[in-house]
């Protein structure tokens, strides 16, 4: 059940299915193509009725009733995020395609209890950052990722798909509005966490691809989460429960991935531990800590090299994460020597086994919303495996020097073009 | 990764996760030991403020603007499902437990962008039919079933528990109130859909368990889907694409089986097929057709007697379908000496064998939605078996027997102790 990258052909010539990857290529591959029209082309057909998104068409109406921005360290009320002023919303239908993008305040949607996200969970989101520069600056790191990222999760989910620098543009737009005042420049090195979520609304019961959608952004407030006291304690998955499986959809940021494991998490967290480490298969292979990505940095049995290491892409099971992208080319660039960096398949054993023979040297957790956060211990089946952290319960050395790369690049400390200014209004 | 009945215990003598089998146990039965009382129990001990699901308190708030009743054959009206007047809705909070239960008007539902349902699919659903007796009498089939499940799939999913009996009698309550007017006496033998659903409704981004949730219960018009024309055709799932694993979650009925299974489903029905035979392994162990269970009549190859053969519980994989049950102890109760009834992994070779061993004699799916549904073609990897039927297009002799009793149990034919009598109010 392996995904295959080329297209099967039965002896009635015929192709076969073939879904997770070069359908899902030619069906993203579509709206791209048709980009900087407003029509859509299906297999080249042009459809003058189908309007693509179109982000220079964006309304605004503005809040008659601007709420107060929180005190710093103030996240939640009420058992709520606290969101900004705005948000953006983009209806979309089969029939017409997307509708005219609108900023408007923030408020409540209205949904009918048949709507498809409500049974189908045909839903996809993203999660990115605002950064309020040390320079005064807003930016956002590398929305492009966010954005391509999007589509392909929608296009798994049977949501319609865009063109990607169409929700680049609504992320911007959004926060010029919101951005001078929900992220003041007074207070410079805090942050504001992006949402875009696209949800299926068609109001009928029956399994089937929704033929109407919202798309829509808001910007919420959220704790920094990359430097839990004492570093971050993984508990590996129970025996009886796996996230993602090869075939299945662990690549794609949909609302799937999420409910199912939230009861290993619960679990874990009532026992004192921060997330599920998730193996797969029978040998027990690492793949993702929560719903972050996963590294290990440990000496090289054979040659005794300093390796950073994270499980691959290329079975699907674990999600790309932008910061994991990030991080594994940001070492590439400038540790290439010190350290080998290692996209490869590895088991809890080996890490396991890493800690036996004193050859464990760090790991870290890497995701939007938990930054880079330090793995302190790792508990698996009755064994807890301590890894080394830096003093003061800090991060080790390398995760230290990662996380500084990003955070220069993220609060303008380092002129780079993964950090995109936004274009402020005031 | 198998599941296990039997806790393991590590060697610190704390026991390890252990979540699809016992621990979801745990949770279920926390619950329903505490039937009866309105405090809920946990671990044994009384939780005083934490108010039980009680749907003796049920409220009444009866519709100013009552609609027609469509004509017969007409189920949606602008691609929106066609709902009978009114809903009932339960809100529940972790801090108070299950609110009091509300019957009111059908209308939309009013949920913050931030709501837990939206992003991780937070969201279980339950399916089963009210059907208008050639006696005159309203009835629902096996609904203890369906509430029973209704809780296991919430526990999976990290929403609130209830006792079974309580979503029971809201069913029941709904169709005493809506029952006479939606599927009136004059129409015998016609049914309408009742789908209870729980979502996580806390508004506030981050993957945890919601701390809030609601339950609706709604009633929908809906087309009989057992009959299409020349039978269902079925297209094998494609290879790479798994609906569920041994360790996830393909035996509970949350969003989350239904979204990922849409884009295969869209591309077979492009080709012709009306639903998917879900495959699992290397070897292609045949488990769901699109959301219905699915079984087999062929002559044994080694006893060369009938056998009707569908796949087993035991790995957790499929649903557990109150259909399929039904099917499975009518057919042993009054078939048992002509033909064996077998619950065991077999696989699309085994059929495919069957089908060139002329053995082949009929096959099903069955479920709420496509009731029994008879196949007649299976569609893998660029061959077609084509599956006996009956005369004129119709079910096969033993799909036609099984359809018929179950059809008489449904609408009065036969008093049967799953045919549940609602005490109309009129």
């Known amino acids: 059940m392996a995904p295959s990258a080329i297209p099967t052909t039965s002896h009635t010539g015929e192709p076969e299915l073939d879904l997770t990857s070069s359908a899902i290529e030619h069906r993203r591959t579509e709206n791209v193509q048709s980009n900087g029209s407003t029509e859509s082309h299906a297999n080249g057909v042009s459809q003058p009725n189908i309007k693509e998104l179109d982000a220079s068409k964006l309304t605004y109406t503005f809040t008659k009733e601007p709420r107060e921005v929180p005190a710093p360290g103030v996240f939640n009320l009420n058992d709520q995020s606290i969101c900004t002023d705005h948000m953006i919303t983009v209806a979309w239908s089969a029939k017409t395609g997307w509708k005219t993008p609108e900023l408007k305040p923030y408020g409540p949607l209205s949904l009918m209890p048949t709507a498809s996200v409500l049974h189908y969970a045909t839903e996809c989101f993203e999660g990115l950052k605002a950064y309020r520069g040390f320079d005064g600056k807003l930016r956002l790191f590398r929305p492009d990722c966010n954005s391509a990222r999007m589509v392909m999760s929608a296009v798994r989910i049977s949501l319609p798909s865009f063109s990607p620098p169409e929700l680049e543009k609504l992320l911007l ?114 793949t993702e800590a929560g719903a972050s990505n996963f590294f290990v940095v440990w000496k090289c049995k054979e040659s005794g090299k300093t390796q950073l290491v994270t499980a691959p892409l290329d079975d699907r099971l674990i999600l790309d994460g932008v910061t994991r992208r990030s ?33 464990l040297v760090e790991s870290f957790a890497a995701g939007t919303a938990y930054f880079v956060c330090p793995v302190s211990v790792i508990h698996h089946r009755g064994r807890d495996v301590k890894v080394p952290m830096g003093k003061a319960g800090e991060s080790g050395q390398l995760t230290s020097q990662i996380k500084g790369w990003l955070r220069d690049i993220m609060y303008g400390g380092e002129d780079h073009k993964w950090g995109v200014v936004v274009p402020e209004e005031q």
């Open 327 to 359: 991080v594994l080319a940001l070492a590439r660039e400038r540790l290439g020597d010190e350290v080998e960096i290692v996209e490869r398949k590895y088991t809890i054993e080996d890490v396991l086994q890493a800690d036996e023979e004193g050859r």
């Open 173 to 286: 737009a959004l926060m010029a509005v919101d951005g001078p005042k929900w992220l003041p420049r007074e207070r410079p090195g805090s942050f504001i966490y992006l949402r875009p979520t696209m949800i299926g609304t068609q109001s009928q019961l029956g399994v089937q691809a929704p033929s109407e959608a919202l798309l829509y952004l808001i910007a919420s407030y959220m704790p920094a989460m990359d430097s839990p006291a004492g570093g971050m304690k993984l508990h590996t998955s129970p025996d009886d429960m796996v996230r993602a499986w090869v075939g299945g959809f662990g690549y794609a940021k949909v609302g799937a991935n999420y409910g199912p494991s939230l009861l290993a998490t619960q679990e874990a967290r009532a026992r004192g531990f921060g997330q599920i480490l998730w193996l797969y298969g029978r040998e027990g292979q690492c």
